[in-house]
T-cell receptor
Framework: GAVVSQHPSWVICKSGTSVKIECRSL??????MFWYRQFPKQSLMLMAT?????????EQGVEKDKFLINHASLTLSTLTVTSAHPEDSSFYIC????????????FGPGTRLTVL | QKEVEQNSGPLSVPEGAIASLNCTYS??????FFWYRQYSGKSPELIMF????GDKEDGRFTAQLNKASQYVSLLIRDSQPSDSATYLC??????????????FGKGTKLSVKP
């Protein structure tokens, strides 16, 4: 149980383009989904938290107009990196929990983004 | 600034030995503590969580929590080469809103030598 998927697993794009990453909870309904970013040899940094049907809460320093998050249903959240630049190249990982951030977070397999 | 500190390692142990991974946290009000394992290029996978002071055992893994010392550890008994990974300690401050978010340490890289 508690399986989270992400798509795509990796993506290479040109600078200036937008990339959409999907996060799905496959066998449970995720009230809360989290988006993290991890640079090489660094820890996970929380970007934003989203609850189904409401606007995402972004962490300080994360541009909400650049990283668009949509949590349209209890099983799907999407992260769109708009006008991507090479410095946005990173490992993007989503996680999901059943409760309102109180329960264990289950992580997706991650999406490696490379911006040329 | 709420922080979670871990020794980056690498921690090297021989196969069959006990690996001891340590983590300290700055916010005394922290409520929940998690250990995740992350293989290179992969996302974290939950090993175990602990909420109360003392020890919690699950198979070869034992988590130890000491809230007075703001210290949480993970022991891996009978270490196997497949345990070689980076171990992330994560702390949750509380419940609801941003209190429910996890704060991660940078991880300790464990290497188990055959």
């Amino acid at each position: 149980g508690a399986v989270v998927s992400q798509h795509p697993s990796w993506v290479i794009c040109k600078s200036g383009t937008s990339v959409k990453i999907e996060c799905r909870s496959l066998d449970f309904q995720a009230t809360t989904m989290f988006w993290y970013r991890q640079f090489p040899k660094q820890s996970l940094m929380l970007m934003a938290t989203s609850n189904e049907g409401s606007k995402a809460t972004y962490e300080q320093g994360v541009e909400k107009d650049k990283f668009l998050i949509n949590h349209a249903s209890l099983t799907l959240s999407t992260l769109t990196v708009t006008s991507a630049h090479p410095e946005d190249s990173s490992f993007y990982i989503c996680s999901a929990s059943v409760g309102l951030g109180t329960d264990t977070q289950y992580f997706g397999p991650g999406t490696r983004l490379t911006v040329l | 600034q709420k922080e979670v500190e871990q020794n980056s390692g690498p921690l090297s142990v021989p196969e069959g030995a006990i690996a001891s991974l340590n983590c300290t946290y700055s916010d005394r009000g922290s409520q929940s503590f998690f250990w995740y394992r992350q293989y290179s290029g992969k996302s974290p996978e939950l090993i175990m969580f602990i909420y109360s002071n003392g020890d919690k055992e699950d198979g070869r893994f034992t988590a130890q929590l000491n809230k007075a010392s703001q210290y949480v550890s993970l022991l891996i008994r009978d270490s196997q080469p497949s345990d070689s990974a980076t171990y992330l300690c994560a702390v949750r401050l509380g419940y609801g809103g941003s209190q429910g978010n996890l704060i991660f340490g940078k991880g300790t890289k464990l290497s188990v030598k055959p």
